[in-house]
């Protein structure tokens, strides 16, 4: 009898071992709700800063990327392109009697549409293409009419939402044709309400591109026989577009222009927004963002003024553009950048 009961006694110890075992390792050890800590190490590599770029004296048309990253410029007709991270410079090649007529840095790529021209006893020929900065490639897009021999290309204003290309034509007696040309590279000729347009511009969200009347000094967009008409504005001047085509138009008087007006080309007259610039400024020294952001260029003091905030921006030399997030210039013939932040 003694001996059934510790036999009894030491089965029941060993149940008890083996289920407290058992709820140890599905409560504890095998539990997902057991929180387990791991802590990332991560190497921190210095950022490193931008070469040191020398720009020409006699370089001309110079000009930045949207990000700052690629410089662009002319240097006895041949167009460079020099990555400002490594200093690597590439020479832009064109065939024989060709020359660059315009060229204009793409608003979110580092890519450059350049309008190129051959002169012949028949006139002039224009054609358009691209550069791939990043890629090194350079892409044929269209070929224009042949025009007189003294005809430039003006302008080239692009959407990268519509992937539609406006290309300004100037021809003699300052006579202005305009192209559209879509993403099947079809193109035909825009008919506006001048014969002599001024500064245009195109939104990035509808198909639609504003343009000056030289002539009048009214403001049209495409599709409307209608000039935009905004209340208080004797001498409508353009000034620029945001990301989100809100439109920017300035009364200048004097040569001169000291408030701005925002709104869509759906807005009333009266419902434009009316933003006093604080001061008189040329209207080629003030500049519109894509985030909506204006700024004001001091070319005497070297100092950008961003107009809501006030906050000033400082830098040395020649002025040359406001890309996204910083100011180029060009000081001591060396490319120069300051951060806006």
Known sequence: MKIFKKITVWIIISLVV?????????NYFLSSQTEIKTKKIVKSEPKKADVVIKVPEDANNISVSFDGRYLAYCESSVLKVVDTKDGNEKNIEFKD???????????????????????????????????????????????????????????????PFTNVIYVKMESSGERTNIYRIDIMNEMQKVTTRSYMVGNMGILSLDDKLIYEDKVYSKIYVTGDDRSLT??????PVWVGVDENDKIYIADEKDNKISNIYCGTINDSGSNYQNINLGQSVNKNDVFVMPSGKIYINDNLKGIVTEVTSGKQYVYKGNFVQIYEGGIASVNGGKLQKVTLN
Request: hydrophobic share 35%; net charge negative; proline share 0%.
């Open 18 to 26: 083996q289920f407290a075992g058992l709820f140890y390792i599905n």
């Open 97 to 159: 009697g060709v020359k660059v007529s315009f060229y204009k840095w793409q608003k979110d790529r580092d890519r450059i549409l350049i309008a190129e021209k051959e002169s012949s006893d028949d006139g002039s020929k224009f054609e358009l293409s691209y550069y791939e900065a990043g890629k090194d490639i350079k892409e044929n897009i269209k070929a224009l009419d042949w025009t007189d021999e003294k005809a430039k290309i003006d302008d080239i204003e692009e959407s």
């Open 230 to 235: 905004i209340n208080g504005v004797e001498n």
